[in-house]
């Protein structure tokens, strides 16, 4: 099977196209490897083993039919991928090999389900008595992407797996417990009960634990900060001047934010909603999640149930009837009844003896929506619409372009790859905008960095503020959850990147098409800056145009072409974000890491480039392809020039760098690199006292 690397769909190996939702797809080639962050689902029957000796071998298959079958449609349901059944465990793994980004919070849904899902199959048939144990644990892992799990090859392999298996083992009857990156991950949409850290067989420390209750908030929605928003003044005023309009001149207008996950889409449209509710208007928000009980008009279905009242707890029937009625009070038309029909149909509703073309369906939610702008100015809001059904798009584009005479306000939040699925988005409507939403600048960034840290009693920290902010690339979210890692040491290393943070941007990187997606992860090796020629070294068998690609990923925000390259006669490149880099030089496995360094290295070596900087840049490439030697040579030769220029303190930070590298048993080499270094060290001292006797001199001297 080939996976769809842009849905998720699973198409047969002569396929050319994903059967789901048409993206060109390309064959596995090989044992291709890569290491993710994953979320391990593992869920047990409870005391099964012992009930089936009692039981005839073919009511034990009909029982384990039956909860596989339940666990499996749960399990995909969230966008998760059933690994393997052991006998009446099944694991599943989510964000492989396709990320989405929301993993974890997907696995623990997922686990929860299955759980509710058997008890209802128990509620069904009282002789079944099955009852389930679950547990859900995030890291990383070794990623087969070429695995068939159905001819008994497993895909991913790590302590993750097995650290899932021990939390699983230990959960209470009908319950599940997560562990540590788990929770971090999905503490704001999932509520937890500690329980007590777990002795697992084979850890060396106890696996502290978190037992799940129950999602906090509905499939896709997001938990807002606290902290006033920062850094978007420009944007707030100009959606609210949006409403002011629509709401004093009675017209109807569409305005798209665009944007990467976390940048505050969600957050801006939440303050425009709040505005309008200010204001006296209605605000209504839908959201496309892209997984679990999604129709294809889901987000609209979400406007139609406020609207009409309709509650969880109401049946098909009620629902109907109380959207009839709502119909009808808003006087939306001569014929109520035909109306309110047609949207129960989109909204999913069944209706008895409905049959209507997809154009008299749009003309009647154009009419319920008219009714309700025209009884008060209304705003709805379609979040994340680049997971939504194509059918949802056009229903937004039809009412975008026919709405008249009433304030209506429809406002769109989507990540841009919606505009590789439909480039056309918001084309040729004459009150159609967009908004793209940019990093925060450095300024804003530190700001709410501090503001986190006030609120998160952070103050001895206020120092790492700045730098916490640079690698957040000014990213709102990245921000929150890296100051939140810090103020829960919800890492060991504080420098390890949140898997909340990995899981999104790889899902970001796994929405590339895939000729792109392996540019960016063979630059990733390069460094910040990378160059064309280098590009094609590493990859001499690429069969795509290089320069289509590097031109696509510009197209995409991703990198940028510099106007001066340092290797003359060469085209060089940026990556535009840190994490975007990191998080692809993560991806590599080990093996094809030390491969591309080895190239670089040897490429970089055939060039001209400054030499302080050829040097360290060498260095650092050889050392990480293996070659220690190679790696030494060319850190004491960037010691010397560091040296050479009274840069002494860098010059002791390479010697101290080769001198690691040393090996033991060449105590003559080592001997002579700790003299070079203890010179260097003392220099840099001396630096410092000179230094600060002449800061000391200058107030007297202006005297």
Known sequence: MIRCRACGEENGEKARFCQACGTPLQAPAGNRQERRVVSVLFVDLVG?????????????????????????????????????????????????????????????????AVRDSIADLDDADPLLQLQVRGGVNTGEAVVDLSARPDAGVAMVAGDVVNTASRLQSNAPVNNVIVGEETYASTRTV???????????????????????VRPLVEVGERVFSEVPIVGRGEEIASLRSMWDMVSSEGRCSLVTLFGPAGIGKSRLAHELAHRA?????????????GYGDAGPYSAFAQHVSEIAGIDDVDDATEAVVKLRGKVAALGASDDPDEVADAVAILAGFPVEHADADRDALYFSARLFVEAVARDRPTMLVFEDIHFADPSLLDLVEFLASRVQDVPLLLVATARPELLSTRPSWGGGLLASSTISLGPLNEADAVELTGRLFDQRGLDELEDRAESLARSSDGNPLFIEELTASLAERSTRDANRLPGSIRGIVAARLDALPSPERATVLDASVVGKVFWRGLLERLRPERTDDLTALLSSLERRDLIRREGSSQIKGEQQFTFKHGLIREVAYLTLPREERRRCHETTAQYLEETTLPPGDANAMLAYHWREAGDGAQAIQHLLAAAEIAGRGWAKARAAVLYTQALELVPEDDAELKKKIVKLQAVATVASFHIRDVERDRRRRQPAEGD
């Open 48 to 112: 099964f083993t012992s009930k089936s000796e009692q039981l005839d071998p073919e009511d034990v298959r009909s029982f384990l039919t039956v909860y596989y079958e339940r666990a499996s449609a749960e399990i995909e349901r969230f966008g998760g991928r059933v690994e393997k059944f052991i006998g009446d465990a099944v694991m599943a793994v989510f964000g492989a090999p396709v990320a989405y980004g929301d993993d974890p919070e997907r696995a623990v849904r997922a686990a929860l």
């Open 190 to 212: 999932i509520e937890y009960e500690p329980v007590e850290p777990i002795a697992a067989k084979g850890k060396s420390e106890p696996v502290r634990a978190w037992l799940a």
């Open 277 to 289: 509710a200010d204001t006296g208007g209605l605000a209504i928000r839908g959201r496309s999640a």
